[in-house]
C-alpha cells in the first residue's frame, strides 16, 4: 500500500526510467507484438475511412520537416503530425484493441507516437520499440483501472499519457525526464465532450489528437521543461480533474514492474462499439455449433444490461436502419443481422453501401433487445458487459447462448494465426494496394521484432 506522502508521479518516473527489455516477462512481450501488429492493420484499413484524406490535407501545411512517415499515403511529416494522421486512422473503424474491463482502447495512440518518434531517431531498435510500446500501454491501463467509481474510461482522456511514456521511453529520458514527461501528457488530457457535426469523425480524431500530443509532450520534456508536484494525488490533480473523484492508488501502484496489465486487452474482432461484441459473438457460437438457416428463424432476443439498453432505445429507428457510418456502431440489431446472414462481420459490411443492404435490413426486423437485470453494471467487475441471446427457430427449436467474454478478449483469445490472418484481412481494405509480398514481411518482422535493427523499418513496407 503506497504511503500518502509518497511522491505517485515520482515513483512511476523512476519505474519508467529504469526499466528494460530484458526486465519484461515473455507473455508481456508477445502481448505487445501483438498489439503493434493488429494496431498497423487497424491503421492500414482506416486509410480509406471518411475524413481521412482532408485529415491529410490539413496537417500537411503545418510543417515541412520530413521525419515520420503516413502509412499507406507515404506522406513524410514532423513527427506529431505523422502520429495525428495514423492514429486517425487507426481509430476509424473502431477494430483497435481494446480492455473490456473499461473498454478502453489500449494502443491506437501509443503505437502511432511510438513509431512516429522510432522512425524520426531513426535508431531505435526492436527491442527499445517493445519495450516503449509495452510500458506506454501499461500505463494507460493502469490509470483506466484506478478510475473511481467503474466505468468507460476514454482515449481521449488517457491517450496523451500513454502516448507520451512510450515517446519519452524511446527518447532515453532518465527519471526527471520521465517525470515531466507524465506531468506535461496528463495536462493535455480531455474529456470526450459533446459530439458536434458528423460524429463518425469527431470520434476518430478522438485517437488522433491524444498521439499528437504524446509526441509533442515528450519532446518538450526533452528539452527539459521542468513542473513540480504530483499529479495523482493532492488538490486539483489527474482524477479529480476528469472524474471528480480521487483514483485508487493502490491499483494504479500494485505489483509494479511484476504485474502487466496490458495483458488484459485483446484486439477487437468486429467493427462496432464493443458493448455489441457479446451478442455477435454468441450469434456466431450458434452459427457454428448448428449450421442452422438464418431464414428459419423467427426471432432472436438479446438481454442486456440497463446501460446497453439505453443506447437502444435512443434513436431505436437508427439501430434497425443506420443512416451512416457514426450509427452502425450502436446497430445492435442490424450488427447481428448481418453475422446471421453472412456467417461473419467484416469493414466491408459497415460501409455506406452495405449499411443500406435491404435484405439485412429486413432480417434485423426480427431481432429485439430485453432489459435483464441481472446483468446489471454492479453485477459484474468489467464496462463490457455479459448478454444472451436465444434464436426461435420456425420450427419451435430454441437456441441459447450466453457470452461473458466476446471473442477478443483475453477470456476468449485469438489463436496467432487469427490474429494474423486478421492482419491480413484489415490490410486488404487498404485505400492503396500494398500487395501480398510487403504484408507477408511485415507479419514476419513483427514476430521477430526483438531481433529488429531498425523497428521503423516497418513503416517503409506500409507505403
Given at each position: 500500500?503506497?504511503?500518502?506522502?509518497?511522491?505517485?508521479?515520482?515513483?512511476?518516473?523512476?519505474?519508467?526510467?529504469?526499466t528494460?527489455?530484458?526486465?519484461?516477462?515473455?507473455?508481456?512481450?508477445?502481448?505487445?507484438?501483438?498489439?503493434?501488429?493488429?494496431?498497423l492493420?487497424?491503421?492500414?484499413?482506416?486509410?480509406r475511412?471518411?475524413?481521412?484524406?482532408?485529415?491529410?490535407?490539413?496537417?500537411?501545411?503545418?510543417?515541412?520537416?520530413?521525419?515520420?512517415?503516413?502509412?499507406?499515403?507515404?506522406n513524410?511529416?514532423?513527427?506529431?503530425?505523422?502520429?495525428?494522421?495514423?492514429?486517425?486512422?487507426?481509430?476509424?473503424?473502431?477494430?483497435?484493441?481494446?480492455?473490456?474491463?473499461?473498454?478502453?482502447?489500449?494502443?491506437?495512440?501509443?503505437?502511432?507516437?511510438?513509431?512516429?518518434?522510432?522512425?524520426?531517431?531513426?535508431?531505435?531498435?526492436?527491442?527499445?520499440?517493445?519495450?516503449?510500446?509495452?510500458?506506454?500501454?501499461e500505463?494507460?491501463?493502469?490509470v483506466?483501472?484506478?478510475?473511481?467509481?467503474?466505468?468507460?474510461?476514454?482515449?481521449q482522456s488517457?491517450?496523451?499519457?500513454?502516448?507520451?511514456?512510450?515517446?519519452?521511453?524511446?527518447?532515453?529520458?532518465?527519471?526527471?525526464?520521465?517525470?515531466?514527461?507524465?506531468?506535461?501528457?496528463?495536462?493535455?488530457?480531455?474529456?470526450?465532450?459533446?459530439?458536434?457535426?458528423?460524429?463518425?469523425l469527431?470520434?476518430?480524431?478522438?485517437?488522433?489528437?491524444?498521439s499528437?500530443?504524446?509526441?509533442?509532450?515528450?519532446?518538450?520534456?526533452?528539452?527539459?521543461?521542468?513542473?513540480?508536484?504530483?499529479?495523482?494525488?493532492?488538490?486539483?490533480?489527474?482524477?479529480?480533474?476528469l472524474?471528480?473523484?480521487?483514483?485508487?492508488?493502490?491499483?494504479?501502484?500494485?505489483?509494479?514492474?511484476?504485474?502487466?496489465?496490458?495483458?488484459?486487452?485483446?484486439?477487437?474482432?468486429?467493427?462496432?462499439?464493443?458493448?455489441?461484441?457479446?451478442?455477435?459473438?454468441?450469434?456466431?457460437?450458434?452459427?457454428?455449433k448448428?449450421?442452422?438457416?438464418?431464414?428459419?428463424?423467427?426471432?432472436?432476443?438479446?438481454?442486456?444490461?440497463?446501460?446497453r439498453?439505453?443506447?437502444?432505445?435512443?434513436?431505436?429507428?437508427?439501430?434497425?436502419?443506420?443512416?451512416?457510418?457514426?450509427?452502425?456502431?450502436?446497430a445492435?440489431?442490424?450488427?447481428?443481422?448481418?453475422?446471421?446472414?453472412?456467417?461473419k462481420?467484416?469493414?466491408?459490411?459497415?460501409?455506406?453501401?452495405?449499411?443500406?443492404?435491404?435484405?439485412?435490413?429486413?432480417?434485423?426486423?426480427?431481432?429485439?433487445l430485453?432489459?435483464?437485470?441481472?446483468?446489471?453494471?454492479?453485477?459484474?467487475?468489467?464496462?463490457?458487459?455479459?448478454?444472451?441471446?436465444?434464436?426461435?427457430?420456425?420450427?419451435?427449436?430454441?437456441?441459447?447462448?450466453?457470452?461473458?467474454?466476446?471473442?477478443?478478449?483475453?477470456?476468449?483469445?485469438?489463436?496467432?494465426d487469427?490474429?494474423?490472418?486478421?492482419?491480413?484481412?484489415?490490410?486488404?481494405?487498404?485505400?492503396?494496394?500494398?500487395?501480398?509480398?510487403?504484408?507477408?514481411?511485415?507479419?514476419?518482422l513483427i514476430?521477430?521484432?526483438?531481433?529488429?535493427?531498425?523497428?521503423?523499418?516497418?513503416?517503409?513496407?506500409?507505403?
Open positions: 500500500m503506497f504511503v500518502k506522502q509518497e511522491n505517485i508521479t515520482q515513483t512511476i518516473a523512476d519505474y519508467l526510467a529504469r528494460r527489455f530484458e526486465d519484461l516477462p515473455r507473455e508481456a512481450v508477445e502481448s505487445t507484438k501483438t498489439h503493434i501488429l493488429h494496431t492493420g487497424t491503421i492500414v484499413a482506416g486509410s475511412a471518411p475524413g481521412i484524406q482532408k485529415v491529410l490535407n490539413c496537417v500537411n501545411d503545418w510543417g515541412v520537416k520530413e521525419e515520420s512517415t503516413v502509412l499507406v499515403y507515404g513524410k511529416l514532423p513527427a506529431a503530425s505523422a502520429a495525428l494522421v495514423n492514429a486517425t486512422m487507426g481509430h476509424s473503424y473502431h477494430v483497435d484493441m481494446k480492455d473490456d474491463r473499461r473498454s478502453y482502447p489500449t494502443a491506437v495512440s501509443a503505437i502511432p507516437a511510438a513509431l512516429a518518434v522510432a522512425e524520426k531517431l531513426g535508431t531505435v531498435s526492436g527491442k527499445e520499440l517493445i519495450t516503449a510500446v509495452c510500458l506506454g500501454i500505463m494507460g491501463i493502469r483506466s483501472l484506478s478510475i473511481k467509481p467503474l466505468q468507460q474510461a476514454f482515449v488517457l491517450g496523451p499519457l500513454a502516448a507520451a511514456t512510450s515517446c519519452g521511453k524511446l527518447l532515453k529520458l532518465d527519471a526527471n525526464g520521465m517525470y515531466n514527461t507524465v506531468v506535461i501528457a496528463c495536462r493535455r488530457a480531455a474529456v470526450p465532450g459533446i459530439t458536434l457535426g458528423e460524429a463518425a469527431n470520434e476518430t480524431v478522438g485517437a488522433g489528437f491524444p499528437q500530443s504524446g509526441v509533442q509532450s515528450a519532446l518538450l520534456a526533452a528539452q527539459g521543461f521542468p513542473l513540480t508536484g504530483d499529479f495523482f494525488q493532492g488538490l486539483r490533480n489527474f482524477f479529480q480533474g472524474y471528480k473523484e480521487d483514483g485508487d492508488l493502490d491499483v494504479l501502484l500494485s505489483d509494479l514492474g511484476r504485474r502487466y496489465e496490458i495483458l488484459g486487452s485483446g484486439p477487437k474482432p468486429y467493427p462496432c462499439h464493443r458493448g455489441n461484441h457479446p451478442g455477435i459473438t454468441a450469434v456466431l457460437n450458434i452459427l457454428q448448428t449450421k442452422l438457416d438464418p431464414e428459419q428463424i423467427s426471432e432472436v432476443t438479446i438481454y442486456v444490461e440497463k446501460r439498453m439505453g443506447t437502444f432505445e435512443k434513436n431505436k429507428q437508427n439501430r434497425y436502419r443506420p443512416p451512416d457510418l457514426a450509427e452502425v456502431q450502436h445492435y440489431p442490424f450488427l447481428v443481422a448481418v453475422a446471421l446472414l453472412k456467417g462481420i467484416t469493414l466491408a459490411d459497415v460501409t455506406e453501401d452495405a449499411i443500406r443492404d435491404e435484405r439485412v435490413l429486413k432480417f434485423a426486423e426480427r431481432i429485439k430485453v432489459y435483464d437485470p441481472k446483468l446489471e453494471l454492479d453485477q459484474w467487475p468489467m464496462v463490457v458487459k455479459p448478454h444472451v441471446v436465444e434464436v426461435h427457430m420456425r420450427d419451435g427449436r430454441l437456441y441459447s447462448e450466453r457470452v461473458e467474454y466476446p471473442k477478443g478478449d483475453p477470456e476468449n483469445p485469438f489463436t496467432p487469427e490474429e494474423e490472418m486478421y492482419f491480413r484481412d484489415l490490410t486488404g481494405f487498404s485505400a492503396k494496394p500494398l500487395g501480398t509480398e510487403k504484408i507477408e514481411k511485415v507479419i514476419s514476430a521477430t521484432m526483438e531481433d529488429v535493427q531498425d523497428a521503423a523499418s516497418v513503416c517503409r513496407l506500409l507505403t
